[in-house]
């Protein structure tokens, strides 16, 4: 059971990579105004398309990493209740 668990995963992985180098060789194979327009039509499928980032306070990302007790007491806030 195993042994065959191992041999459909290596297949697996092999079709895997066999489908990746032939997408790779067809994107070569574009021209540059082919490769970004697909590019451009990959992105508006995403679902961030188009929003902005949000702007961070400098070092925010850092804050709740902050030895200081008393700056950020509560740095997981409750949520707030939904009527």
């Given amino acids: 059971m195993r042994e065959l668990k191992r041999v459909k995963r290596e297949r697996a992985e092999r079709e895997k990579a066999a489908k990746e180098s032939k997408e790779l060789e ?3 194979n ?9 590019d451009e039509d990959f992105a508006k499928l995403r679902s961030d398309y188009g929003q902005d980032k949000e ?3 400098f070092l925010q990302k850092y804050d709740l990493l902050s030895p200081h007790p008393n700056r ?3 740095p997981y806030p409750n949520p707030k209740p939904q009527p």
């Fill in 55 to 57: 702007q961070w306070k």
């Fill in 26 to 28: 067809r994107r070569r």
């Fill in 72 to 74: 950020n007491p509560n």
């Fill in 30 to 38: 574009l021209t540059d105004e082919q490769r970004k327009k697909e």
